[in-house]
C-alpha cells in the first residue's frame, strides 16, 4: 500500500468516527449549542466513502455560495 492510498484510508477512519460522535452528540445525547447544518453529514459521508478532497471542496464552496447569494452554484 503506497503512502497515498494509506492517507485516503486513514481520511476515510477519521471521517467516519467524525459521523459517529456527531450523530452520538447531535441525536443521541442532544447536548450541542446550535443546530448542526444539513450539509455536515453528507460531507463527512462522502469522506467516508473515498471521494476525493478537491471534489469535496468544489461541493462545500458551491453550497457556501448558494447559501451567501454571492453566484450561482455550478
Known sequence: MSKTEKRVRWAQVLSLLAII?????DIGLDILAKEVPEWVYPM????????????LSRFVMALLRAGAGGGDAK
Open 21 to 25: 460522535a456527531l450523530f452520538v452528540a
Open 44 to 55: 463527512l459521508g462522502l469522506l467516508a466513502l473515498g471521494v476525493e478532497a478537491p471534489a
